[in-house]
């Protein structure tokens, strides 16, 4: 163990007086920086909200307070105002304006349920959608007219829904109810952002530990290994790579906050740190951390069977791709995050880690079961890439100047 | 003196080859060992094993001082025969890492080798980066990082491949010096020359075999016969009839006569036939390169064959 610190210690020392990578650890952030603030100032117009649709009410009912009442409530952006104009003149101020509309409230309209609507030809395409919020209020007025109570008409309003409610559910929502509601309002940031969180370092840890990759094989090009070997076993130098690197990766994931941080907190509207500080994003870091582990193992062990990645076969730049995996069914698993894409995705061990990020940072409900199945999976495979990789790395290391064949590879897993 | 390194019946092989067999040697402090061996024989393979960058099939290895078949890496300073240094790293970085990687204290270790630099007329270049320096600079580095440590037993895998005869003659003396201050080393070379000079003892080995194992004076008495080199115009049958020549081989006017290995030099020159045309005549010992080249192009054979035409 000390040993492995000790070329854990080196390989961090060797990186952080490397002008590459001090380049490297900056420049990233900042560029992602840059083109969110240069996308910023192109998409600046698009970005203004819509301007409001003004809605003139000529109201012969008296109900127009009542109405201005449920468009306040609701998130519309609406101008409403009362008119006095008749349906005769409408047509001529239509022609001459934009995003506006007429409603004709009166005693007709209310007993024949029909209010009519007219609209300028450029208005909110969701306008006539929009509207019917106000037919509650509308109904309501209709209903009073018949003397009914308060209560009668708010219980007549509230017509008639179907709940569906399995077993399953019915054992749960009990529990769940209260958490429920308060979380029916709740920001889907909250989730969000622990899951973006542990993306990140899920990215980053993944890039640094092709960096294992790097230093491997560097290690057999610049033919060092077996003075290092003199001094410790291969296991204690591969070891040493895999937590040195894990450190740079983190260094890279503090950067990252330190440059990304104030500027996502001052742009954008959402509590972030309070959204992080909680206990889901230990669970989430720890995956991410699960997934480092297993990559940076798979790639430690392919670098030590190549001196130079330009000479790279097809086997190995396959698993070059494997930490992309979950990239291609993203798709897929963001928009149905419990359906059986998700799902098979969350157990094969690859794509697991990134998958159950993005699950775990989309579903509301999590999936207990699944998650502890497929944390034993992927903490299963850490374990058997580890093996796997420590023992390719101890004979392709000292392998000078010559490639491994998935055939001789395979031969050193077998021995 | 005492046994630092002792190597017993040692075997290796890859696939169906057998690499080495039934090797057998020991190391003792405050002298130079020597394996010596044409290419492919089997050298690197041996220090290999010894070091535990291989597993060997059959034998033992076993080290002064330590308990168990743990092999003491700290006390050992190995520089392989593959050698090279991270390249974008300087001088002093890398020398301390490697003493770090032995336990060695880190105040010491940079005394030590900024010692060693001057020493090597690489004085200034600690803060250098690696891939600035030269092959032989490089060499010299390496050769630092293998003794910075200050190793019990110190194991060099062709030290002296690539360097100048300046360079070589500076790692013979502080090889030399390092075995007088006690240091048990162990080196393997093809230049039996340079071996010639500072081993104490030697093992020759061929197509992984033991050929000659012992000190390098018993083995230049048991295997170096005389020879006589005689300049002058004379006939082969005149000189293969002479008692005692086993061999003979001529170049134009020159002619090498092999002697037997029992036979005393001054009373064989006594014996030697008065019509012997004889411009120039000297008599030695054959060089361990002599014997070297015999057993690597199997002349042995050959010898045993001419004589049979005799």
Known sequence: MRNTMKVAKWEIKRNMKNKTFLIGLFLTPILILAFGFIGSLFGGSDDAEPSATTVYVHDQTGIYPALEETINQSDLNWEMEQTDIDEADVESILEASENTAFLFINDQAIETGVVPVYTSDEIDQFFINQVQVLTTPLQALKIEQFGLTEEETASLLQGITFEEITMEDAAASEEDAEEAEAGLGADPMERMVPGIFAGIIMFSVIMTGMATFQSASQEKKDKIAEIILSSLTPSDLMQGKIVGYFVLGIIQVVVFFVVLLPFAVWKLDIPIIEYLLVPETLLLVFIAILSYLMFASIFVGIGATMSDISTAGNFQGFVMMLPFAPLVIMGPVLSDPSGIVAQVGTYIPFTAPGVLVMRLSTLEQWPWIEIIISLIVIMASVWIFMKLAGKIFKVGILMYGKNATPGEILKWLRA | ?310
């Open chain 2, 1 to 310: 003196m005492e046994t630092m390194l002792s190597v017993k019946n040692l075997g290796k092989a890859f696939k169906d080859k057998q690499i080495i067999k039934d090797i057998s040697f020991d190391v003792r402090k405050g002298e130079i060992m020597a394996i010596l061996g044409p290419n492919g024989a089997g050298k690197s393979t041996t220090i290999r094993n010894i070091m535990g960058i291989m597993y060997p099939d059959a034998g033992t290895i076993d080290f002064q001082n330590s308990n168990g078949k743990d092999i003491p890496r700290n006390k050992i300073g190995y520089l392989p025969e593959e050698r090279g240094l991270y390249k974008n790293v300087n001088v002093m970085d890398i020398l301390l890492y490697l003493a770090e990687l032995k336990d060695y204290p880190l105040d010491k270790a940079k005394e030590r080798a900024l010692s060693y630099l001057k020493k090597f007329d690489l004085e200034g270049k600690d803060k250098v980066s690696v891939e600035e320096l030269s092959k032989g600079m490089g060499q010299k580095v390496q050769f630092i990082a293998s003794v910075i440590h200050e190793p019990e037993l110190l194991i060099l895998d062709e030290p002296f491949s690539g360097l100048d005869p300046v360079s070589q003659e500076l790692f013979k003396q502080e090889i030399r010096s390092l075995a007088e201050k006690g240091t048990a080393i162990l080196l393997s070379s093809h230049q039996m020359n340079l071996v010639e000079e500072m081993a104490d003892r030697l093992f020759m080995i061929h197509r992984g075999q033991k050929v000659i194992y012992g000190t390098m004076d018993d083995v230049k008495t048991q295997y170096a016969n005389f020879k006589c080199t005689i300049h002058g115009k004379n006939a082969y049958d005149d000189l293969i009839r002479i008692l005692g020549v086993q061999r003979v081989e001529q170049e134009d006017d020159k002619s090498i006569l092999y002697l037997a290995s029992d036979i005393h030099p001054a009373s064989w020159l006594k014996q030697l036939p008065e019509q012997l045309a004889i411009q120039e005549l000297t008599i030695d010992r054959i060089s361990l390169h002599e014997i070297f080249i015999d057993i690597a192009t199997d002349k042995n054979l050959l010898q045993e064959a001419g004589e049979l035409h005799a």
